[in-house]
């Protein structure tokens, strides 16, 4: 197994231009970079909505404090409170995640301002590739091929219908402002043109405000390629290689893996050169991600830039050995990539399975419900990124994500190997989940020998075999002993944890503090 890329030594830490930093983020995520805060000596401060008061990350960061209701427009995406806890709790810095305010450019102009240090990509990138169709120009400038589309920015129906001819039909409606699956619209039909066209727009003005559509040729079958790229601010840009994340419904991806089955050494040459060079004419700084389609007659076309740490890091990071996380606190601190492109070094394949709050076998509906029991797996190769642990209750505010189950083989055969072996040790009584999504794809055929497409997960799953699913299922569930078992370990331990708290001295507060530090809690609850 390799080791991960070398980081600063400890020395250096404190010279850098921040200490403390504010992870305005929930989750696994924000337990991702706690994790990377603890291990370059950085004070780690989390946040938390109602729903969150006894989060995993409330719990591991070293001070936390409460920002507000349930709804993440009270709590997590509200900019003025954000600010306002990480000035009172002494945070130089701010990591967004992903989601939330992560692709936000207002609010790295406020944190700018504030005098904070924001650790993601400056406002001017994100701006040049937060809104599709100027995405799209920049690419073109770049010499980075993009769809067949027009960039039809008026109302007018009549010139989406004869635009679609022009193009051919099937076509895709998405938001111009858009991103996450929203505001999308395949259209096969002529007919069902317009229909989809006003649900495009109301879909995009909800989740974005704004309810801007354009129209570009549907690749189709088209399998999801996507290049992590990082910069510094001294002129370095390095590409880690590609991820294949064709296996996805609803345009929401379910399974990641690098390297990508389906590349020879030209292609991936000529795809991940493209995101570099796009990195550059946007003078791009910290982590990102450029998204490619391609085609059956292997011609690559340009998506999006996600101008964030990605879900999926992890599948690179095993691919790689390089901490992104880690990556993103260097750049941000001023210093330069602690490698160039020619030390990157792609060893093996990596597969990482969504867990999400989910119900396959109900059209992947979110659930919710209390964490009853929990038994994660381990072992050579397996990696788990989660925000779970037995008795929490699972809230319906948020992405329902819950963990990430990440493997890594010597090659893809004994990746998914392990995945196999890790998925059937993995086990959470109480709430609904895409495990036995995961477990049944691990054994498809056409996912063994790489056969992928955008189109798998309903052309295969939502075809299925039902019963033959649920009885590999099955065998995988946890008796009623078991359950019986780890639910009594857990209470256990439980018990010890809060027989700890109860030891502790109590923290008083200054009535005349504000009102965050009453709210909150100061000190970790180690």
Known sequence: ????????????WSSWPFQKVLIANRGEIAVRIIRACRELGLTSVAVYSDADRSALHVRMADEAYHIGAAQASQSYL???????????????????????????AAFVDTCVAAGLIFIGPPAEAQRAMGEKTAARRTAQAAGVPVVPG?????????????????????????????????????????????????????EARSAFGDGRVYIEKAVSPARHIEVQFIADTHGNVAHLGERECSIQRRHQKLIEESPSPILDDELRQQITSSAVRLARAIHYVNAGTAEFLLGPDRNFYFLEVNARIQVEHPVTEWHTGIDLVQEQFRVAAGLPLSFTQQDVAFRGAAIECRISAEDPENRFLPATGTVQALQEPSGPGVRVDSSLYAGLQVPLFYDPLLSKLIVWGKDRAQAIARAR??????????????????RWLMQHPRFIEGDLSTDFV???????NVGATLAVDQENALTPAQVAALVGSLLMNEHSEAEKLRQRPVIETNETMSRWR?????????
């Not at 022009?166 to 929203?182: E, R, T």
């Not at 072996?421 to 995961?438: D, K, M, Q, W």
């Open 1 to 12: 197994m390799h080791s991960l890329a070398p980081t600063p030594d400890a020395s250096s």
């Open 78 to 104: 509200h900019i003025p409170t954000m600010i306002e806890v990480a000035k009172y709790a002494g945070a130089e810095a701010i990591h967004p995640g992903y989601g939330f305010l992560s692709e936000n």
């Open 150 to 202: 027009a960039m039809t920015e008026e109302e007018d129906d009549t010139k989406y219908a004869a635009t679609a001819e022009q193009l051919g039909y099937p076509v895709l409606l998405k938001a111009a402002a858009g991103g996450g699956g929203k505001g999308i619209r395949f259209v096969r039909d002529p007919k069902d043109l317009l229909t989809s066209l006003r649900a495009a727009r109301s």
């Open 421 to 438: 072996r890790a998925l059937s040790e993995y086990h959470i009584a109480g709430v609904r989940t895409t495990l036995p999504f995961a």
């Open 458 to 464: 309903a052309e295969e799953w939502d075809t299925r």
């Open 518 to 526: 009453d709210a909150g809690r100061r000190e970790a609850l180690r």
